[in-house]
């Protein structure tokens, strides 16, 4: 980030301080730490394998827990 000169300083600190952000649907690093600390009710085999998967295809690990279980159902039906 540059410098900023004291007036944009002071600029900035008046409208982060004065104005309500917007919001989007982007998650932060925050909720995204919560996410990935969910995984207690697995086995530390199955913790790692959906760890590495979810690293390595950029998803949340609820969501590879959700494609192996929508997997297993379609094979059952």
Known sequence: MPLLTEQEAWE????????????T????????????SMMVALDALSANYV?????????TPS????ELVREKIAVAS
């Open 51 to 59: 760890q590495s998967v979810s690293i390595g295809t950029h998803k």
């Open 63 to 66: 969501e590879v827990i959700g």
């Open 12 to 23: 900035l600190d008046k409208e982060l301080t004065e104005t309500t952000p917007e919001l």
């Open 25 to 36: 649907e982007v998650e932060g690093p925050f909720i995204k730490k919560y996410r990935e």
